[in-house]
């Protein structure tokens, strides 16, 4: 019974020392040292990583003809990108679609959006495409505010119904070109 326990006892230092062997075999990086009749002078790296961060905020609903606002805040983005905010939906083809929520079939409504910096530039502003963008900020700057506005361009139909469309607002910071 006292050999088996020496046995044991003996493979288990064995695998110590094998362990202890392996260990040694590890990279370590020490400090520098300057010393007289040493090196008197030392360089070091130091580095520090900033994520982009943001805060993106898009209104819980929209009815047409009522400015809704979209607004980025906290905005700390790396140098030569920019913070896009851009407006999609499922509708859109060839221009932006009210569909019926009756589920009669096809029935829709063409309608436009814009958007702007201020809600007086609205009605001057251009019809914003799928994936248009609603919002830009720059490095450097830590908010920015738009106004976003549906605006109904077909002729409705005929009868009672209620039309409505799903928009997406995603956000990307992208590089900027040039």
Do not use: C
């Amino acid at each position: 019974m006292k050999k088996r326990n020496l046995v044991l006892f003996g493979s288990a230092a064995m695998l110590s020392l094998a362990l202890a062997g392996s260990i040694g075999a590890v990279t370590a990086f020490a400090d520098q040292t300057l010393s007289p009749g040493g090196s008197t002078s030392g360089e070091v790296q130091i580095t520090y990583h900033q994520d982009n961060t943001w805060t993106v905020t898009i209104p819980d609903s929209m009815v047409i003809g009522t400015a809704a606002k979209v607004s980025a805040s906290d905005v700390s983005i790396k140098n030569g990108t920019t913070l896009k905010v851009t407006v999609s939906s499922d509708n859109y083809s060839g221009g932006w679609k009210l569909k019926s929520d009756n589920g009669s079939g096809d029935k829709s409504i063409d309608y436009t959006l814009k958007a702007a910096t201020t809600e007086g530039e609205l009605e001057s502003a251009s019809p914003l495409e799928d994936n248009g963008t609603v919002l830009e900020v720059k490095v450097g700057e830590t908010e920015g505010n738009a106004s976003i506005i549906g605006e109904v361009s077909g002729t409705p139909a005929t009868g009672e119904d209620t039309y409505s469309d799903t928009l997406t607002f995603s956000v990307e910071v992208e590089d900027d070109a040039g």
